[in-house]
Nanobody, 126 residues
Framework: QLQFVESGGGLVQPGGSLRLSCAAS????????IGWFRQAPGKEPEGVSC????????YYSDSVKGRFTISRDNAKNTVYLQMNRLKPEDTAVYYC???????????????????RGQGTQVTVFS
């Protein structure tokens, strides 16, 4: 069964950190562009951190640059999002998406994916 499953969301105070995981099963992430996206209530989806498995390039939105880091563990077929110095405006449902043979920057502006996870809630409260 082909799946893309996120985990690691939760509640955190401003300035805190969380690490999200997105595990792929039934397919390998090789040659995929993979991204972390978020959607807050009443707002459009936003691609925040993306990478290309083909060339290792990464792309970050201005809103998270310097605070979030996307990485991949090839052995575990898993992509991570390390989120530091979290702010209340980071509150959203976060989900991962993957598209075959696409650059990091290109996937970060996509709304459709070959694979997409179900999402995990991140709430930053003060």
């Amino acid at each position: 069964q082909l799946q893309f499953v996120e985990s690691g969301g939760g509640l955190v105070q401003p300035g805190g950190s969380l690490r999200l995981s997105c595990a792929a099963s039934g397919f390998t992430l090789d040659y995929y562009g993979i991204g972390w996206f978020r959607q807050a209530p009443g707002k459009e989806p936003e691609g925040v951190s993306c990478l290309s498995s083909s060339d290792g390039n990464t792309y970050y939105s201005d809103s998270v640059k310097g605070r979030f880091t996307i990485s991949r563990d090839n052995a575990k077929n898993t992509v991570y999002l390390q989120m530091n110095r979290l702010k209340p405006e980071d509150t959203a449902v976060y989900y991962c998406g993957a598209v075959f043979l696409i650059s990091a920057q290109a996937i970060c502006v996509r709304n459709d994916f070959d694979y997409r996870g179900q999402g995990t809630q991140v709430t930053v409260f003060s």
